[in-house]
Nanobody
Framework: QVQLVESGGGLVQPGGSLRLSCAAS????????MGWYRQAPGKQRERVAA???????NIVDSVKGRFTISRDNAKNTVYLQMNRLKPEDTAVYYC?????????WGQGTQVTVTS
């Protein structure tokens, strides 16, 4: 059974940066694509970034140039570096397998961007 534990969120001012981490266990991490997703209040969950097992990345247009996804297979961890944060980036951020999600999701990590 896979376990996903997200961390690194917090309260930050517009223009600030955060680095999220997602530790995965209970599955073969290195052979799976992984994605970062977010859900803002009253909105559907959306994917913001994905990374293949070999490290190719895909970033959605709304965060392209500001967010970077990376992975460390030795640590079973995927990261999301978020720079130049905007208030509209406020959401709970989750990681999961990509493109096919695991049934279970972690608790997520809250990111709040406000002045």
């Amino acid at each position: 059974q896979v376990q996903l534990v997200e961390s690194g969120g917090g309260l930050v001012q517009p223009g600030g940066s955060l680095r999220l981490s997602c530790a995965a266990s209970g599955s073969i991490f290195s052979s799976n694509g992984m994605g970062w997703y977010r859900q803002a209040p009253g909105k559907q969950r959306e994917r913001v970034a994905a990374i293949t097992p070999r490290g190719s990345t895909n970033i959605v247009d709304s965060v392209k140039g500001r967010f970077t996804i990376s992975r460390d297979n030795a640590k079973n961890t995927v990261y999301l570096q978020m720079n130049r944060l905007k208030p509209e980036d406020t959401a709970v951020y989750y990681c999961n397998r990509w493109p096919t999600n695991f049934d279970s999701w972690g608790q997520g990590t809250q990111v709040t961007v406000t002045s």
